[in-house]
């Protein structure tokens, strides 16, 4: 098992820059390939970014590519979340999910994944 805390959320600017980070417990944290979704009020939880186990692979939906870049650093058991760019339709809830597997699809179904970090807010002022 994995336990997920996520943190960086906040009020922000059309424009700004935010970093995400999710911490990660238990000793298997690499084991795990990571992913972001994010959910805005209303709207289904929607896929954000995946990495894969050593961090080689990565996937990013459409509306983040090119201003949105997932990272993890297996030492600190901690995944990343950095954003740029920031419109207004980036405000959602944001969550990191995990899912033990060697497999690299990549995972972007929420179904996919097994565990859940609460969420940090995210909030785009126009």
């Known amino acids: 098992q994995v336990q997920l805390v996520e943190s960086g959320g906040g009020l922000v600017q059309t424009g700004d820059s935010l970093r995400l980070s999710c911490a990660g417990s238990?000793?298997?944290?690499?084991?795990?390939?990571m992913g972001w979704f994010r959910q805005a009020p209303g709207k289904e939880r929607e896929f954000v970014a995946a990495?894969?186990?050593?961090?080689?692979?990565?996937s990013y939906a459409e509306p983040v590519k090119g201003r949105c870049t997932i990272s993890r650093d297996n030492a600190k058991n901690t995944v990343y979340l950095q954003m740029n760019s920031l419109k207004y339709e980036d405000t959602a809830v944001y969550y990191c999910?995990?899912?033990?597997?060697?497999?690299?699809?990549?995972?972007?179904?929420?179904?996919?994944?097994?565990?859940w970090g609460q969420g940090t807010q995210v909030t785009v002022s126009s």
């Open positions: 990495i894969s186990r050593s961090g080689g692979s990565i």
């Open positions: 999910a995990a899912v033990l597997t060697a497999k690299w699809n990549p995972p972007t179904a929420r179904a996919e994944y097994n565990y």
């Open positions: 238990g000793r298997a944290f690499s084991s795990y390939t």
